[in-house]
């Protein structure tokens, strides 16, 4: 099976995307996904660390004021708002991958990196999700479903919805040809 079969038609600025390895990183609008992700993963560590940051105030003698404590919320959401923006580029940044005749291969993660290898011929099917945020800037995820393993499901978010479907049909191709 050739190259050409397995990758879908591209403008210049995803060839821009490929490294040497033949690797491509996501669709530069996935970054927002990782960047939101963050966001909501960050409130809840701000309120907890704000309620915290309160209960010592008032366990000083002289007590806050409520300025102060709005204060205080306002620099724990925003301290939080530029790590999840930070942490989104780098999540968007860790995420590669490469479409070969065996099959694809997927590398991410910022602290703890996995490298993920489906085989063709272990893929049962493949499902296309695209939620509202996904479809208004133009992404897709491409779910690889399995045969017999821990990992049944696999995920590659943040792809251009054109590039989703290639690689979708490229992995599928010749299953049909099988039984």
């Keep these: 099976m050739s190259n050409d079969l397995s990758r879908a038609p591209s403008t210049a600025e995803e060839d821009a ?97 996995s490298e993920i290898r489906v085989l063709r011929s272990r893929v049962q099917h493949t499902d296309l999700q695209r939620g509202p945020l996904d479809r208004r800037l133009g992404l897709a995820d491409l779910d690889l479903h399995t045969a017999g393993s821990k990992n049944a499901t696999v995920k590659l978010p943040g792809l251009d919805v054109d590039r989703a479907i290639a690689l979708r049909d490229a992995l599928l191709q010749g299953h049909d040809r099988q039984f």
Excluded: C, K
């Design 17 to 113: 995307v490929r490294d040497e390895t033949g690797f491509e990183s996501l669709h530069p609008n996935a970054v927002w996904g990782h960047r939101l992700g963050f966001l909501i993963g960050m409130l809840p560590l701000s309120v907890v660390a704000f309620v915290g940051a309160v209960l010592l105030l008032e366990a000083t003698p002289a007590a806050a004021s409520t300025g102060t404590r709005v204060g205080l919320a306002l620099l724990l959401l925003a301290a939080a708002a530029r790590l999840a923006w930070q942490l989104g580029r780098r999540g968007y940044d860790a995420v590669r991958y490469r479409l070969d005749e065996e099959g694809l291969e997927i590398h991410r993660g910022i602290w703890w990196r």
